[in-house]
């Protein structure tokens, strides 16, 4: 199986430990469309892996393509996120109320990155962080190699299956 070997720096790794963050606070993230039944190796296995690492220079991961497409739009939800950061911080003032609908999104935002607590505006230059964190992902691959996995086990799913043993009769006995 193809993996990606990724190696980012600190404010890299720590962008997406809040990308992974948020994903897995959202109900459903976890779960394949097609089946309902939670992907095998998704974005639930990257704290695991990634939170020991924050405070170093680099953190190194290996991902699956099922995982960098889901890290991609990981990012792409974060990226929305802190761009609307430092006005539901304006709206809110001093009141405890939540700047964003995910879970514990805040506190992780402000764990990660302490100068948001400050300066609420520096989420907008997080954002601008994660968009070329975003755009270096290899996505595009990721997404063909994922294809082409779902190819194979929709061609392995119909070769089984017993009551389509007519298709192959007949295809085989046409002439070009």
């Known amino acids: ?10 404010h890299q790794a720590r962008l ?3 990308a992974v963050s948020h994903h897995l606070a959202r109900p459903g993230s976890e779960l394949d469309a097609d ?22 220079e680099t953190a190194a991961l290996e991902l699956r393509p099922l995982q960098v497409t889901l890290l991609s ?18 709206m809110a003032g001093a009141s405890a ?9 805040d506190d992780r935002l402000r764990t ?11 989420a907008s230059q997080l954002a601008e962080d994660t968009i070329m964190l975003r755009r270096q992902l290899p996505s595009p691959r990721a997404q063909e190699l ?5 190819k194979a086990t929709r061609e392995a799913v119909r070769a089984r299956r017993p009551w389509h043993f007519w298709k192959r009769w007949i295809s085989g006995r046409r002439t070009p």
């Open 1 to 10: 199986m193809t993996r990606f070997a990724l190696r980012l720096p600190q």
């Open 16 to 18: 997406v430990a809040l």
């Open 35 to 56: 089946t309902l039944a939670p992907h095998t190796h998704g974005l639930a296995e990257l704290p695991a892996l990634l939170d020991p690492q924050l405070d170093a």
């Open 73 to 90: 739009t990981a990012l792409s939800a974060v990226i929305s996120e802190l761009k609307i950061y430092s006005i539901l911080d304006t």
């Open 97 to 105: 109320r939540p700047r964003s609908t995910a879970a514990g999104f």
């Open 112 to 122: 990660l990155f302490p100068q948001v607590a400050g300066d609420p505006a520096y």
């Open 146 to 150: 994922l294809e082409k996995e779902r």
